[in-house]
């Protein structure tokens, strides 16, 4: 009888959500207000006084509206891709040649996807020869690396001009990075 006494207090007499159920895995906005836990009711019992999301996704989070608020904003402010480059049938070779540069050199995703981006926007607005897609590829890398990377992680310019035989100097890079 002790046994399941304990049992008894042990198990909630509330409804618990799973963190699997439909509606806990709805991104912000598209669940009911009302569903909601409040900041309060979400870090009891933590310790750290963080809060953190229970089950799921960022969308949980207590700032998860003004977050994606935020990235929606700007994601709108963005500069549109118009795919208008003489040299779009380069593209796919171009980004997988650049995801094998990363690979080699531990450059994170994040940093990658900024270098196609820079590239894709670069092309779109200015006609490249095509002795020149490789520079264009290495330079908008080393843009992206040193926004993103930590100094020690930025390739330099002999690391990158190794990945096409030496074929540019280091003036070519600086001229083109300005």
């Not at 198990?11 to 909601?36: C, F, L, R, Y």
């Not at 960022?58 to 700032?63: A, D, E, K, S, T």
């Not at 200015?126 to 390739?155: G, N, R, W, Y």
Request: hydrophobic share 30%; proline share 6%; net charge negative.
């Amino acid at each position: 009888s002790e046994e399941r006494a304990m049992q008894s207090q042990s198990s909630p007499t509330q409804e618990v959500k799973s963190p699997t159920s439909p509606q806990s895995q709805d991104p912000p906005g598209s669940a009911d207000k009302s569903t909601k836990s409040s900041p309060a009711s979400s870090t009891k019992g933590e310790g750290s006084g963080s809060q953190k999301p229970k089950g799921g996704g960022w969308w949980l989070h207590v700032c998860s509206e003004h977050i994606y608020g935020t990235l929606k904003k700007h994601q709108e402010l963005r500069i549109p891709y118009e795919r208008k480059s003489p040299q779009l049938e380069y593209r796919r070779y171009l980004v997988d040649f650049m995801g094998l540069i990363c690979e080699k050199l531990c450059i994170n995703i994040g940093t990658q996807h900024l270098a196609v981006y820079l590239m894709d926007h670069f092309m779109d607005s200015h006609s490249i020869t095509d002795t020149q897609l490789h520079l264009t590829c290495l330079v908008c890398l080393q843009i992206a690396a040193k926004s993103e990377e930590l100094d020690k992680l930025i390739p330099t310019i002999d690391t990158l001009s190794s990945f096409v035989q030496y074929a540019y100097g280091s003036h070519e890079f600086k001229r083109l990075e300005l």
